[in-house]
């Protein structure tokens, strides 16, 4: 959706490249703190995280959130 690479992500995340490449391949699951810096850096550049509510998971693109 953001057209990152994964790279991109792992900078902005501040993880290694590696955590990127090896959740996204499914090989494993990276630390909570990890995840929850992918989670961050995706929801301030847009991405809104939409629990299942009956219709199943998904996202969406919002505005990106300002940095304070």
């Keep these: 959706m953001l ?3 994964q790279g991109q ?3 902005k995340a501040a993880v290694s490249r590696a955590t990127v490449v090896d959740f996204e391949r499914g090989t494993r699951v990276p630390h909570r703190n ?3 810096a992918i989670r961050v850096a995706l929801e301030t550049a847009g991405i809104v995280f939409i629990p299942d509510n009956g ?3 998904g996202v969406r693109f919002d ?3 300002k940095l304070e």
Excluded: H
């Design 3 to 5: 057209g990152w690479s």
């Design 9 to 11: 992500l792992a900078t």
């Design 34 to 36: 990890n995840l929850t």
């Design 55 to 57: 219709g199943g998971l």
């Design 63 to 65: 505005k990106p959130k």
